[in-house]
């Protein structure tokens, strides 16, 4: 059986997180700001009793933070630490029709570290995106 | 010791458990060999086991039954109805006798000699005394401990973190809605529970320290063994309890402290005995419980540490500048070892200098929430000192506020909180930085608002300084917008994006469920880079001017009520207070000030002041306390200058020059010499006892006597002269008390006054009768 993926809006684009790398989809309603973090790290929300550092994709894109209230974001553990990744929109749950492949090309220097490869499914390529480099940030290169 | 009997008891409850198939047995075929057998092990087991413990009763009992058994065995005597009665009824009184010790009863009193008797050989026909006994053993309870795996210990505590945070979220949802009374009372109830429901989880997580020292003597032994050196380990406090996560996260640092104290503290035996030494070093770890805080130290009488070749180090590595170097005091010296990349160990051992330093131990002990601190005398030791919070979940914290946002800060760290606009605190901006003087103590102030990027604070004034103790007892002031509350706050650590702002050392949940951030204060003032020179300056001059003679003086600075400077020295200052007026009062014949239900006699004024409120120190000598009336608290002073003695001995012993002014030296000795000496009778208020009821002799004199008082009755010499006289309300009938030159305090044995004018107190009201004692004189002419 094919993989999972997560299908989101994200920098205006239709992009994949690996299913098995989400735990949850949220609405997150309050942020605590983290002053002195990168700014990458829009602060901090609590879900029941656990504190998850919310990450502004667009910014770990290298884009300027988005102006309207984001407030879907994906619940991803890495290394023993929740997060929360705002994006656009959550739009679907979809089976890969393959495994993902290598991109051919080059992208767009937005996305040239977070992008893990791209993989068909739904009968469009979507771009598989790399949930521990969006969390790490500063994933565009300067172009 | 309670150990081996807890074992004792398990091993005796086993054995009862596994022997009661085997009684059953006997008693049915008291000839089969095994039952007996059986029986007789298990006697004689207990009786071996018992002799460890002081347990006379189950001693004398499992000897009787071996002794009767053995008997048996050796064929001897035959296992009739009686013995095997007999025998039965001792192991009975035997388990009841464990359980009771189980239960922490003593069951050291107790009559069991119709058992033993029992078990002696019966003529025939006699009944079997034993049966007398014969009540019905009560069933015996179960083992009160179960072995549980620790994933469902973490389970049932972040399930109860979920529900304490999911009925912190209701309680505020209530507040809003102003929920009928009833649905409150409910709540409150639910809220009862589950706060006990979290206290006990948090209980089954604490583990005693032992564990933690368990593998200590065998380490010392082979750390010893390897170096060539003798060690001789103490350990106490073992049975300290901390949460078992904590006991892991300090398994690594105490390791690190041992094995620095036998290989670079505890010298060589040769070394030692050249010293003076005991061939054998002496290493002491202790724990203990202080508050919620759990101390652990660790002492070793070795060489100590050489602070000169560590301050040399610091300043060739570049860590320190030289001049800044040479201001240290001892204790910030001996400091440096948490310093990265010092060591003074002369050669990278086998079992140090890995690369792991102190650095490392200080880093971990403060990610737990703990601090450590040095303290060593060269040639005498190094003692280390770790102090931290009882569990590494829950850590009590200040939640504070800056720009709106909150914070929390643990309590362990914070030494004082003070406003910026109090009289006892002078904040000044000096080439840009902050300093704030804190009766006479100048520490370095970071302002929490800069530190998080917001604008700098409108008025300082308004500011709350939180003066925060760094390892090495480095001082620095945070300022905040505001204090908020004292909270105990379930700490997690912060993920790696968040750790890289270098301010924080966690996270966790506020009261309200939302996210709060814990902030570190050493990678704040790390963050800040602050030199703690401003600091250091200050106890460098006090510690340089100790080193050459004898320690300086440390004085209290102020001025007194006549406005001359003077100082006490700071040792014999129990504290400042502030009292009112009305609490002085002139008695027998001198100035006392009431305080609480004491009175202590009042120096350092010759009147009653004018003023509404004045300010004492209370002075002890360590039995006795004297107050001493001031003005204004100025300055803490090392006094390095030669004191000049006053002409004659009075309350002032001389005058020295503290920062360029002549200051008057109180003459401590002297006061107390006055005031304390051979208690004069006639010095301590005279308190005359009139009436007849045996109350005043038996229960109010000691109260009297004890608050300093000389108690009187009638007819004894000095009892006219009495200038306070306690009557009996009901002898004097009702009524306002009848005129009298002297003070007059009422007592009356109703607890509720006789009417309107009734001005008598209530005779076991002790606080208030020993105020109306003190209460300055009525002025006698308005009578």
């Given at each position: 059986?094919?993989?999972?993926?997560?299908?989101?809006?994200?920098?205006?684009?239709?992009?994949?997180?690996?299913?098995?790398?989400?735990?949850?989809?949220?609405?997150?309603?309050?942020?605590?700001?983290?002053?002195?973090?990168?700014?990458?790290?829009?602060?901090?929300?609590?879900?029941?009793?656990?504190?998850?550092?919310?990450?502004?994709?667009?910014?770990?894109?290298?884009?300027?933070?988005?102006?309207?209230?984001?407030?879907?974001?994906?619940?991803?553990?890495?290394?023993?630490?929740?997060?929360?990744?705002?994006?656009?929109?959550?739009?679907?749950?979809?089976?890969?029709?393959?495994?993902?492949?290598?991109?051919?090309?080059?992208?767009?220097?937005?996305?040239?570290?977070?992008?893990?490869?791209?993989?068909?499914?739904?009968?469009?390529?979507?771009?598989?995106?790399?949930?521990?480099?969006?969390?790490?940030?500063?994933?565009?290169?300067?172009? | 010791?309670?150990?081996?009997?807890?074992?004792?008891?398990?091993?005796?409850?086993?054995?009862?458990?596994?022997?009661?198939?085997?009684?059953?047995?006997?008693?049915?075929?008291?000839?089969?060999?095994?039952?007996?057998?059986?029986?007789?092990?298990?006697?004689?087991?207990?009786?071996?086991?018992?002799?460890?413990?002081?347990?006379?009763?189950?001693?004398?009992?499992?000897?009787?039954?071996?002794?009767?058994?053995?008997?048996?065995?050796?064929?001897?005597?035959?296992?009739?109805?009686a013995l095997v009665t007999a025998v039965l009824a001792v192991i009975d009184r035997i388990s009841e006798l464990t359980e009771q010790l189980e239960a922490g009863e003593d069951p050291g009193s107790g009559d069991d000699t119709s058992l033993i008797e029992a078990l002696a050989e019966q003529a025939p026909g006699a009944e079997p005394r034993a049966a007398a006994s014969g009540s019905l053993p009560a069933p015996r309870t179960a083992s009160r401990t179960i072995r549980l795996p620790i994933e469902l210990l973490d389970r049932m505590m972040s399930g109860v973190s979920d529900l304490v945070l999911a009925r912190n979220e209701l309680a505020r949802q209530l507040r809003e809605t102003s929920a009928a009374a009833d649905v409150t009372a409910c709540f409150e109830r639910v809220s009862g529970s589950i706060a006990d429901l979290r206290d006990a989880v948090t209980r089954t997580r604490m583990q005693r320290i032992d564990s933690?020292?368990?593998?200590?003597?065998?380490?010392?032994?082979?750390?010893?063994?390897?170096?060539?050196?003798?060690?001789?380990?103490?350990?106490?406090?073992?049975?300290?309890?901390?949460?078992?996560?904590?006991?892991?996260?300090?398994?690594?640092?105490?390791?690190?402290?041992?094995?620095?104290?036998?290989?670079?503290?505890?010298?060589?035996?040769?070394?030692?005995?050249?010293?003076?030494?005991?061939?054998?070093?002496?290493?002491?770890?202790?724990?203990?419980?202080?508050?919620?805080?759990?101390?652990?130290?660790?002492?070793?009488?070795?060489?100590?540490?050489?602070?000169?070749?560590?301050?040399?180090?610091?300043?060739?590595?570049?860590?320190?500048?030289?001049?800044?170097?040479?201001?240290?005091?001892?204790?910030?010296?001996?400091?440096?070892?948490?310093?990265?990349?010092?060591?003074?160990?002369?050669?990278?051992?086998?079992?140090?200098?890995?690369?792991?330093?102190?650095?490392?131990?200080?880093?971990?002990?403060?990610?737990?929430?703990?601090?450590?601190?040095?303290?060593?005398?060269?040639?005498?030791?190094?003692?280390?000192?770790?102090?931290?919070?009882?569990?590494?979940?829950?850590?009590?914290?200040?939640?504070?506020?800056?720009?709106?946002?909150?914070?929390?800060?643990?309590?362990?760290?914070?030494?004082?909180?003070?406003?910026?606009?109090?009289?006892?605190?002078?904040?000044?901006?000096?080439?840009?930085?902050?300093?704030?003087?804190?009766?006479?103590?100048?520490?370095?102030?970071?302002?929490?608002?800069?530190?998080?990027?917001?604008?700098?604070?409108?008025?300082?004034?308004?500011?709350?300084?939180?003066?925060?103790?760094?390892?090495?007892?480095?001082?620095?002031?945070?300022?905040?917008?505001?204090?908020?509350?004292?909270?105990?706050?379930?700490?997690?650590?912060?993920?790696?994006?968040?750790?890289?702002?270098?301010?924080?050392?966690?996270?966790?949940?506020?009261?309200?469920?939302?996210?709060?951030?814990?902030?570190?204060?050493?990678?704040?003032?790390?963050?800040?880079?602050?030199?703690?020179?401003?600091?250091?300056?200050?106890?460098?001059?006090?510690?340089?001017?100790?080193?050459?003679?004898?320690?300086?003086?440390?004085?209290?600075?102020?001025?007194?009520?006549?406005?001359?400077?003077?100082?006490?020295?700071?040792?014999?200052?129990?504290?400042?207070?502030?009292?009112?007026?009305?609490?002085?009062?002139?008695?027998?014949?001198?100035?006392?000030?009431?305080?609480?239900?004491?009175?202590?006699?009042?120096?350092?004024?010759?009147?009653?002041?004018?003023?509404?409120?004045?300010?004492?120190?209370?002075?002890?000598?360590?039995?006795?306390?004297?107050?001493?009336?001031?003005?204004?608290?100025?300055?803490?002073?090392?006094?390095?200058?030669?004191?000049?003695?006053?002409?004659?001995?009075?309350?002032?012993?001389?005058?020295?020059?503290?920062?360029?002014?002549?200051?008057?030296?109180?003459?401590?000795?002297?006061?107390?010499?006055?005031?304390?000496?051979?208690?004069?009778?006639?010095?301590?208020?005279?308190?005359?006892?009139?009436?007849?009821?045996?109350?005043?002799?038996?229960?109010?004199?000691?109260?009297?006597?004890?608050?300093?008082?000389?108690?009187?009755?009638?007819?004894?010499?000095?009892?006219?002269?009495?200038?306070?006289?306690?009557?009996?309300?009901?002898?004097?009938?009702?009524?306002?008390?009848?005129?009298?030159?002297?003070?007059?305090?009422?007592?009356?044995?109703?607890?509720?006054?006789?009417?309107?004018?009734?001005?008598?107190?209530?005779?076991?009201?002790?606080?208030?009768?020993?105020?109306?004692?003190?209460?300055?004189?009525?002025?006698?002419?308005?009578?």
């Open positions: 059986m094919a993989a999972l993926l997560l299908i989101v809006r994200l920098a205006g684009e239709r992009v994949a997180f690996p299913a098995a790398d989400v735990e949850a989809v949220v609405e997150i309603d309050y942020v605590v700001p983290a002053p002195g973090a990168p700014a990458h790290v829009a602060g901090l929300a609590a879900l029941r009793s656990r504190v998850l550092t919310v990450i502004d994709c667009p910014a770990a894109l290298g884009l300027a933070s988005g102006e309207t209230p984001r407030r879907d974001a994906v619940v991803a553990v890495v290394d023993g630490h929740p997060y929360a990744l705002l994006v656009e929109a959550v739009e679907d749950v979809i089976e890969a029709e393959s495994e993902p492949v290598p991109l051919p090309m080059r992208t767009a220097p937005l996305w040239r570290r977070a992008a893990k490869g791209m993989v068909p499914a739904e009968g469009e390529l979507l771009l598989l995106v790399d949930v521990a480099a969006l969390i790490a940030g500063q994933v565009s290169e300067a172009a | 010791m309670d150990d081996l009997l807890n074992e004792f008891i398990a091993e005796t409850r086993e054995m009862l458990e596994a022997l009661s198939g085997g009684i059953v047995a006997w008693e049915g075929a008291p000839d089969d060999r095994a039952g007996l057998d059986e029986i007789f092990r298990f006697v004689h087991t207990v009786k071996g086991n018992s002799g460890f413990f002081d347990l006379p009763r189950i001693k004398a009992l499992s000897h009787a039954a071996e002794d009767a058994l053995a008997a048996v065995r050796e064929g001897k005597r035959r296992p009739d109805a933690l020292f368990a593998p200590l003597p065998r380490m010392v032994r082979d750390l010893a063994a390897e170096t060539g050196k003798e060690v001789v380990l103490s350990i106490d406090g073992g049975d300290v309890e901390l949460d078992r996560e904590m006991i892991e996260m300090l398994r690594d640092p105490l390791t690190h402290i041992i094995r620095n104290a036998v290989d670079h503290g505890i010298e060589r035996p040769e070394g030692r005995k050249a010293a003076g030494k005991k061939a054998g070093g002496a290493l002491t770890v202790c724990a203990r419980q202080a508050g919620n805080q759990i101390l652990i130290e660790i002492r070793d009488d070795g060489r100590g540490i050489d602070a000169e070749k560590l301050v040399a180090k610091a300043v060739s590595s570049g860590i320190m500048r030289a001049d800044r170097a040479a201001r240290l005091g001892a204790a910030e010296q001996a400091a440096l070892i948490f310093e990265p990349g010092l060591s003074t160990a002369p050669e990278v051992t086998s079992l140090s200098g890995r690369g792991v330093g102190m650095d490392v131990v200080r880093a971990n002990i403060e990610r737990v929430g703990g601090l450590i601190d040095v303290a060593s005398a060269p040639g005498a030791g190094t003692t280390l000192t770790l102090r931290v919070p009882l569990t590494l979940t829950i850590i009590p914290a200040l939640t504070v506020g800056a720009a709106g946002q909150a914070f929390a800060i643990p309590r362990s760290a914070i030494d004082e909180i003070v406003r910026a606009r109090s009289d006892a605190v002078r904040l000044e901006q000096v080439g840009g930085a902050a300093i704030a003087t804190i009766r006479g103590r100048r520490t370095p102030v970071l302002f929490l608002r800069l530190l998080i990027g917001a604008a700098a604070p409108d008025a300082m004034a308004d500011q709350n300084l939180i003066v925060l103790k760094l390892a090495g007892g480095r001082i620095y002031a945070l300022a905040v917008d505001e204090v908020h509350d004292h909270e105990e706050l379930v700490v997690k650590p912060a993920s790696p994006a968040i750790m890289t702002a270098g301010l924080y050392a966690g996270t966790t949940l506020a009261d309200n469920g939302r996210p709060l951030l814990l902030l570190d204060p050493s990678a704040l003032a790390g963050r800040a880079m602050l030199a703690f020179d401003e600091d250091k300056e200050d106890s460098a001059a006090e510690a340089s001017a100790g080193s050459d003679s004898a320690p300086a003086l440390k004085a209290l600075v102020f001025r007194a009520l006549d406005g001359t400077r003077q100082m006490v020295p700071l040792g014999a200052v129990e504290r400042i207070e502030e009292a009112a007026a009305k609490q002085i009062a002139r008695t027998a014949g001198r100035l006392r000030v009431t305080l609480g239900d004491r009175i202590l006699p009042l120096e350092g004024c010759a009147a009653i002041p004018e003023k509404p409120r004045i300010r004492l120190l209370r002075l002890t000598d360590g039995q006795s306390e004297i107050a001493y009336a001031l003005d204004e608290v100025l300055d803490i002073a090392s006094i390095d200058s030669p004191i000049r003695p006053a002409p004659a001995a009075g309350p002032i012993a001389g005058v020295a020059l503290v920062g360029g002014e002549q200051v008057e030296l109180v003459d401590i000795h002297w006061l107390f010499a006055a005031h304390c000496a051979p208690a004069g009778a006639a010095a301590k208020p005279a308190c005359l006892l009139a009436g007849s009821d045996p109350f005043l002799d038996t229960i109010l004199r000691p109260v009297l006597e004890g608050a300093g008082y000389r108690v009187l009755r009638e007819g004894e010499p000095g009892a006219e002269a009495a200038d306070t006289i306690i009557r009996l309300a009901e002898e004097d009938g009702p009524g306002p008390a009848p005129a009298s030159t002297a003070h007059v305090v009422r007592i009356r044995a109703q607890p509720e006054p006789a009417g309107e004018g009734d001005d008598s107190i209530h005779r076991y009201d002790r606080e208030a009768i020993l105020k109306a004692l003190a209460a300055p004189r009525p002025k006698r002419r308005r009578n």
